[in-house]
């Protein structure tokens, strides 16, 4: 259900008309392309390409000292520059397949510089620390909770320490939402 709800929202899976409707206006007639340009997706499994990490966050962008201070500025907010500053070339250094010489802590803060490279309104995380051990969950919470402010974030976690901090959860069973509050509103009435 959730990832069939994500799908929906970028765009990659269509609905019947009046099902969805983005600031009032029904998904059927935006312009699909446009309105993918204003989603940032960060799944469980990061998607790193064998090359720099410049060239991973920016997309290939012409590395000028503007681009160069936009991916500064996005790994810095991912928490992902002071480990990219101690690699022997820094932002230049060429990560591998599939980003073989990363920890996936350090993959999955650069996948999400590369969202926040693009300036996205809406920023979607999958299970965005599901994958990573209890130390670098913690290293991507911080992240995450520079990222979130002032941006429309949807996280998907099963993991409660992950949402703990959203203005409000919303809870799915079965592809119905059965409950939704703050933390500490569905925290007390947790049967847990």
């Known amino acids: 259900g959730k990832t069939t709800l994500v799908n929906i929202l970028c765009g990659m899976l269509k609905v019947e008309r009046g099902m969805l409707t983005i600031n ?14 204003k989603i940032g997706y ?73 969202e926040l490279y693009r300036e996205v309104d809406l920023l979607i995380l999958d299970e965005a620390t599901a994958s990573v051990d209890a130390s670098t969950e913690r290293e991507i919470q911080a992240a995450l909770a520079a990222v979130m ?10 993991r409660l320490s992950t949402v703990a901090l959203a203005d409000e959860l919303v809870v799915l069973e079965g592809g119905r939402v059965v409950a939704r ?3 500490d509103d569905l925290y007390e009435t947790s049967d847990t």
């Open 42 to 114: 960060v799944t469980q499994e990061a998607q790193i390409f064998s090359d720099s990490i410049y060239n991973n966050v920016s997309f290939w962008k012409p590395l000028t000292d503007e681009v160069k201070d936009r991916v500064h500025a996005a790994l810095k907010l991912a928490h992902a520059d002071e480990f990219v500053q101690a690699l022997p070339q820094g932002g230049n250094t060429e990560i591998g397949i599939n980003g073989v010489n990363l920890s996936g802590g350090q993959r999955q803060r650069i996948s999400i510089a590369r």
């Open 24 to 37: 009032g206006t029904d998904v059927n007639d935006l312009d699909t392309n446009s309105y993918r340009t």
């Open 149 to 158: 402010q002032g941006r429309t974030t949807l996280v998907i976690a099963h």
């Open 181 to 183: 509050g703050t933390h």
